[in-house]
């Protein structure tokens, strides 16, 4: 069984930073691409990030571009998300994704002062 949970979240400051990460079980992580998809308050699903299988190749949304890096440690089944500069509407729900869809329950990112 797939399971992915999030950790990381919280409340932190406009132009703070934080780090998510995304602890894998249940399938052979270093052979999937993985994506962070984030969802605000009365809004649809927003994709932020992606990552290939192997680590070298990394996608971001414009919105992120620049102040998001997405990374993974394969030997740890664990995918990163290192968020800096972040602004008021960086708030949502953050989930760690397979393109499958599958996803965990997600952590909780507030910015706001």
């Known amino acids: 069984e797939v399971q992915l949970v999030e950790s990381g979240g919280g409340l932190v400051q406009p132009g703070g930073s934080l780090r998510l990460s995304c602890a894998a079980s249940g399938f052979t992580f270093g052979s999937y691409d993985m994506s962070w998809v984030r969802q605000a308050p009365g809004k649809g699903p927003e994709w932020v990030s992606a990552?290939?299988?192997?680590?070298?190749?990394?996608y971001y949304a414009d919105s992120v571009k620049g102040r998001f890096a997405i990374s993974r440690d394969n030997a740890k089944n664990t995918l990163y998300l290192q968020m800096n500069s972040l602004k008021p509407e960086d708030t949502a729900v953050y989930y760690c994704?397979?393109?499958?869809?599958?996803r965990g329950q997600g952590t909780q990112v507030t910015v706001s002062s």
């Open positions: 994704a397979l393109t499958n869809g599958s």
């Open positions: 990552i290939n299988s192997g680590g070298g190749s990394t």
